[in-house]
């Protein structure tokens, strides 16, 4: 991940503050934190980067968990079929070693996510605004706002307006 080159800071003071507006409150307020040091806004950003993993970790699991129950739903209408069918003892068969067991031991996946949040998700994330809060004011994406004002700085763009 990195922030840039070294002395970002001072890049952004030197040719983003100094030639744009927003940066003295006559337009979008500046993103770019220039008053924090280049590892701090690295640091913040990393671990902003670990709970955007920890988000998709999350959203893997609620994918897993809505798989699970969409295929047990398929699984009670096929035993419901196979009674249809005149295949009841089949049916039983199914049911008996299938239908709604644990897809961990004790726990269906409702409860593995539940687990997942209380646990970890919902730690992380407030953990992640204590720090933001702390050293940055509470402001998001700072190494990506420094990232874009730089970029958008070297091309010749309004930093923070509408449009290309």
Partial sequence: MGVGPPGHSAWVTRHVQADHPGQNGDGPPDRTRPELDDATVEAVGRLSEALEWVERARGALYEFHQLCGHADLTLGAAISQLEDAGHPRTAALVRGRLHGRNVLDGRWTFQIVEEYDDL????????DEEVRRRLTGGERHV??????????????????????
């Fill in 143 to 164: 190494h990506e706002a420094r990232m874009k004002a730089r970029e958008r700085a070297r091309a010749g763009r309004d930093l923070w307006g509408p449009g290309a």
């Fill in 120 to 127: 970890y998700y919902r730690p992380f994330v407030d953990v």
